[in-house]
């Protein structure tokens, strides 16, 4: 199951051109406005519109183009093993943030009221 998370939203007046490096899987969605992209070594060029997107399929230099004012988010691929990490982490950070009441028992008989 995959999962996008924004990596990065942009607002682009008309006739701004954006090179950045593409990634396989990574997406464009328009949100607003009308932008044309390319990626190096693919033969098609995309003209997108409000609430369009696209899934780059290419490793290298990609292009965007603000044909009128846009308004843009770039999306990466977040896998579900990634996400539930990173919601390990944060839950693991916050419990040793707690501060035992009663050191002797472990927090999840406090927490549990024992």
Known sequence: ??????????????????PFASVPGERVRV?????WLTEEGSPHDAFLGRGEELSLGTR???VI????????QLLEPVSAW???????RRLTHW???????????????????F
Do not use: D, Y
């Open 60 to 62: 290298g230099l990609a």
């Open 1 to 18: 199951m995959k999962h996008s998370s924004v990596f990065r939203t942009l607002e682009l007046p008309g006739g701004t051109l954006v």
């Open 82 to 88: 990634s996400a539930l990490r990173r919601i390990a």
């Open 31 to 35: 949100l607003c406005g009308r932008v």
């Open 95 to 113: 419990l040793s943030t707690l501060q035992p009441r009663h050191p002797g028992r472990p927090i999840a008989a406090r927490a549990a009221g």
């Open 65 to 72: 183009e603000a044909l009128s004012t846009a308004r843009i």
